[in-house]
């Protein structure tokens, strides 16, 4: 029973291992092939430390923690510093914020959008209480138009410019933010441009500063025609103080977005749980947004990733929206990695079972050929060592016939092999026999 066992287990052997092979080698060659698994630990530029996307930055960093992902931030002197981190292919930084028009899909092929996160407004403050809404009025005047390198300055040029104005024209100083706050309030310069958000204190402060008034844009739809990536946002009247009816009128104000913008290598499970963290960070209601209408797509310069489409088409999917992080990328993978796989082993499952069943049959019916030359040969005249010769032929095989041990299933055909066998050999002995021995 043991040698019928081990007979079996060879026989077995034989087939399986070549099919156990086939299936390792197919799931080797996806593995390969594979985009290997997300990485624990990311890093993202931001901006100029206290700033609004610094402040974002160290949102994002404690939501991806929660699903075990290092977020590094590294602060930097805005959005323009920000693009050239991303150009840097040895820079480390895999995604950053980036101001709206700042960089080009032509000169940055290898840079993604993950879409919008949130409108950047345009504030351009002005000293007296004249109620400036053409920027052509500024001819003249010292214009505070941000640092060089910074998102502010880059979309105040471009603005200036389409107004026929330049740094030259409207005297530029190169001041923003804090700095550029206390250059207005303090008569050093008559104009501010700034980019931040409505909630920013320093915005604030401005908007409550006596013999300052905001910039009421006019044609503020034009602009946004000449420039795509602009918007025309309304902040309404009393918005910041009802009893002091500050602003005192409805402001046109012109603004940007602010923009995910990726490395294409970026992992597409990264991505996702960036845009995760984006609306979770972004989806609430503000100043000029209504509720979920960030993270958006929209033209931000850059093409959307291919993941980044699908969650702004259908949300996250599937897997993620029910199990964690890690458990959701590791099933992902390895249902990606089990379908090739199991393409492979379908076939083989099919073969397998009549490929035993051949073999086990062969080793039977392989002595038919013989069996029926042998009685062939019994039909005519044979000589007496022909005879001896057959008989010895058909011992030969009646004993290795008797070594066989088919499973049970093909007993009937081993035990129908030797009534042939004697068959056969009742036909030898009475086979008549002529001419020398």
Same mark, same amino acid.
């Given at each position: 029973?043991?040698?019928?066992?081990?007979?079996?287990?060879?026989?077995?052997?034989?087939?399986?291992?070549?099919?156990?092979?086939?299936?390792?080698?197919?799931?080797?060659?996806?593995?390969?092939?594979?985009?290997?698994?997300?990485?624990?630990?990311?890093?993202?530029?931001?901006?100029?430390?206290?700033?609004?996307?610094?402040?974002?930055?160290?949102?994002?960093?404690?939501?991806?923690?929660?699903?075990?992902?290092?977020?590094?931030?590294? #602060?930097?002197?805005?959005?323009?510093?920000?693009?050239?981190?991303?150009?840097?292919?040895?820079?480390?930084?895999?995604?950053?914020?980036?101001?709206?028009?700042?960089?080009?899909?032509?000169?940055?092929?290898?840079?993604?959008?993950?879409?919008?996160? #949130?409108?950047?407004?345009?504030?351009?403050?002005?000293?007296?209480?004249?109620?400036?809404?053409?920027?052509?009025?500024? @001819?003249?005047?010292?214009?505070?138009?941000?640092?060089?390198?910074?998102?502010?300055?880059?979309?105040?040029?471009?603005?200036?410019?389409?107004?026929?104005?330049?740094?030259?024209?409207?005297?530029?100083?190169?001041?923003?933010?804090?700095?550029?706050?206390?250059?207005?309030?303090?008569?050093?310069?008559?104009?501010?441009?700034?980019?931040?958000?409505?909630?920013?204190?320093?915005?604030?402060?401005?908007?409550?500063?006596?013999?300052?008034?905001?910039?009421?844009?006019?044609?503020?739809? #034009?602009?946004?025609?000449?420039?795509?990536?602009?918007?025309?946002?309304?902040?309404?009247?009393?918005?910041?103080?009802?009893?002091?009816?500050?602003?005192? @009128?409805?402001?046109?104000?012109?603004?940007?977005?602010?923009?995910?913008?990726?490395?294409?290598?970026?992992?597409?499970?990264?991505?996702?749980?960036?845009?995760?963290?984006?609306?979770?960070?972004?989806?609430?209601?503000?100043?000029?947004?209504?509720?979920?209408?960030?993270?958006?797509?929209?033209?931000?310069?850059?093409?959307?990733?291919?993941?980044?489409?699908?969650?702004?088409?259908?949300?996250?999917?599937?897997?993620?929206?029910?199990?964690?992080?890690?458990?959701?990328?590791?099933?992902?993978?390895?249902?990606?990695?089990?379908?090739?796989?199991?393409?492979?082993?379908?076939?083989?499952?099919?073969?397998?079972?009549?490929?035993?069943?051949?073999?086990?049959?062969?080793?039977?019916?392989?002595?038919?050929?013989?069996?029926?030359?042998?009685?062939?040969?019994?039909?005519?005249?044979?000589?007496?060592?022909?005879?001896?010769?057959?008989?010895?032929?058909?011992?030969?095989?009646?004993?290795?016939?008797?070594?066989?041990?088919?499973?049970?299933?093909?007993?009937?055909?081993?035990?129908?092999?030797?009534?042939?066998?004697?068959?056969?050999?009742?036909?030898?002995?009475?086979?008549?026999?002529?001419?020398?021995?």
């Amino acid at each position: 029973m043991r040698r019928l066992t081990e007979l079996h287990l060879r026989e077995w052997l034989l087939i399986g291992t070549p099919a156990v092979l086939i299936a390792v080698a197919g799931f080797w060659f996806t593995a390969k092939f594979l985009k290997p698994a997300p990485p624990d630990h990311v890093t993202m530029a931001t901006g100029v430390a206290g700033g609004g996307y610094a402040e974002f930055g160290d949102a994002y960093r404690r939501i991806l923690a929660e699903d075990g992902v290092r977020l590094d931030l590294r #602060a930097t002197e805005g959005s323009v510093d920000n693009y050239r981190l991303l150009l840097d292919s040895g820079s480390g930084v895999d995604f950053a914020l980036v101001q709206g028009g700042i960089g080009r899909r032509d000169e940055a092929p290898r840079l993604v959008s993950l879409g919008s996160v #949130a409108y950047e407004p345009l504030w351009i403050f002005c000293r007296g209480r004249e109620h400036i809404t053409r920027l052509a009025q500024l @001819r003249g005047r010292r214009v505070a138009i941000g640092l060089p390198g910074s998102g502010t300055r880059v979309l105040a040029r471009e603005i200036l410019e389409t107004n026929n104005l330049t740094e030259d024209t409207i005297a530029g100083v190169h001041v923003t933010g804090v700095d550029g706050a206390e250059a207005l309030l303090g008569g050093a310069v008559d104009c501010l441009f700034i980019i931040a958000a409505p909630e920013a204190g320093i915005v604030r402060a401005i908007m409550f500063a006596d013999d300052v008034s905001l910039v009421d844009v006019d044609r503020a739809e #034009a602009y946004v025609r000449r420039l795509p990536y602009l918007s025309r946002v309304t902040l309404p009247r009393g918005v910041y103080d009802l009893e002091r009816d500050i602003p005192p @009128r409805d402001v046109n104000l012109l603004a940007s977005t602010a923009d995910i913008v990726a490395r294409e290598g970026l992992h597409p499970a990264v991505q996702l749980l960036v845009l995760q963290a984006a609306t979770r960070t972004h989806g609430v209601a503000g100043f000029f947004q209504r509720p979920g209408e960030f993270p958006q797509a929209r033209d931000a310069g850059f093409p959307l990733s291919d993941g980044a489409r699908r969650f702004h088409r259908s949300g996250p999917p599937f897997l993620q929206r029910y199990l964690p992080y890690w458990l959701a990328n590791f099933t992902d993978r390895l249902l990606v990695m089990l379908v090739p796989v199991i393409a492979v082993l379908f076939p083989l499952v099919q073969t397998v079972p009549p490929l035993y069943r051949w073999r086990v049959r062969s080793r039977i019916y392989r002595w038919y050929g013989e069996l029926m030359f042998i009685e062939n040969e019994t039909r005519r005249s044979i000589t007496a060592g022909e005879k001896r010769d057959f008989g010895e032929r058909l011992d030969a095989i009646e004993r290795v016939v008797h070594q066989q041990h088919p499973p049970l299933a093909y007993a009937d055909q081993l035990y129908a092999l030797r009534q042939h066998i004697d068959f056969v050999r009742q036909k030898l002995a009475a086979a008549a026999v002529g001419g020398p021995s």
